[in-house]
C-alpha cells in the first residue's frame, strides 16, 4: 500500500475552522487529484493538477483550495466557505497529466464537522 | 462535461454465480474505462481496465466488454468468491476521469 499516503485517517473540524488534508506520493507521478466520496455515491472530482504550480477546478471546488509548489505533495484546504464538508476525501496520482492512465488512490481522510 | 451511469446499485449473487454490472457514458470523446473495486474501509485498486480500440478484455475471472457506438461499457465476473464482495466503481476519461455512483457486490456463500 505503499507510493501514495494521506493523513491524518480521521479529521475533526468545529464548524467556521479551515482544515488542510495532506496528500504525499513518491510514484515520481505528474498528476495529482482530489476527490470526494459521500455515502452511495460516486468519487467526485474537487481539483486536480496536472504539473507543478498548476491545477484546475474539479466539478465541485466550491469551498476548497489547493496548492502544488512541489512534485511529490497536494494537500486540499477545506475552508469554512464549504457548506457540508463532512465526507471521506480520497487523494490520486496518476504518471501522466492526462486522464488516461490508472489512478492510484491513498488511503483517505475522513473529515468530520462537529 | 463527461457523465457516467452505472447499473445497478446493489448486487447480490451466489458465490459461483456470474455478476454484471453496467455502465453508460456520455462524452464520445471518451478512450479510457477503468474499473476499481473497493473493499470496506479501504481504497479503491484498478481490477482491470479497457481503452476504446479494444472491445473485450479479459484477466481470469474478470472480464469488461466496450460498446463505443452505444457507449455502453459492462464488468463480467465470473465464479464469484465471497471476497469478490465490495464497492465496485466504472469511470469513464478523455482528459478527465468520471466515476459512476457504485455497486454494492454481495456474495453469499
Known amino acids: 500500500d505503499g507510493g501514495i499516503t494521506q493523513s491524518p485517517k480521521y479529521l475533526f473540524r468545529k464548524e467556521g475552522q479551515n482544515v488542510t488534508l495532506s496528500c504525499e506520493q513518491n510514484?515520481?507521478?505528474?498528476?495529482m487529484y482530489w476527490y470526494r466520496q459521500d455515502p452511495g455515491q460516486g468519487l467526485r472530482l474537487i481539483y486536480y493538477?496536472?504539473?507543478?504550480?498548476?491545477?484546475q477546478k474539479g466539478d465541485i471546488a466550491e469551498g476548497y483550495s489547493v496548492s502544488r509548489e512541489k512534485k511529490e505533495s497536494f494537500p486540499l484546504t477545506v475552508t469554512s466557505a464549504q457548506k457540508n464538508p463532512t465526507a471521506f476525501y480520497l487523494c490520486?496520482?496518476?504518471?501522466?497529466?492526462?486522464?488516461?492512465?490508472?489512478?492510484?488512490f491513498g488511503p483517505g481522510t475522513r473529515l468530520t464537522v462537529l | 462535461g463527461e457523465n457516467v451511469e452505472q447499473h445497478p446499485s446493489t448486487l447480490s449473487v451466489q458465490e459461483g454465480d456470474s455478476a454484471v454490472i453496467k455502465c453508460t457514458y456520455s462524452?464520445?470523446?471518451?478512450?479510457?474505462f477503468p474499473w476499481y473495486k473497493q473493499e470496506l474501509g479501504k481504497r479503491p485498486q484498478l481490477i482491470i481496465d479497457?481503452?476504446?480500440?479494444?472491445g473485450e478484455k479479459k484477466d481470469q475471472r474478470i472480464a469488461v466488454t466496450l460498446n463505443k457506438t452505444a457507449k455502453h461499457f459492462s464488468l463480467h465476473i465470473t465464479e464469484t468468491q465471497p471476497e469478490d464482495s465490495a464497492v465496485y466503481f466504472c469511470?469513464?476519461?478523455?482528459?478527465?476521469?468520471?466515476f459512476g455512483a457504485g455497486t454494492r457486490l454481495t456474495v453469499k456463500p
Open positions: 469511470a469513464a476519461s478523455y482528459n478527465d476521469m468520471r
Open positions: 510514484l515520481n507521478h505528474d498528476a
Open positions: 462524452d464520445s470523446a471518451s478512450n479510457y
Open positions: 493538477s496536472q504539473i507543478v504550480n498548476d491545477f
Open positions: 490520486a496520482s496518476s504518471s501522466s497529466g492526462r486522464a488516461r492512465y490508472e489512478q492510484f
Open positions: 479497457i481503452r476504446s480500440n479494444v
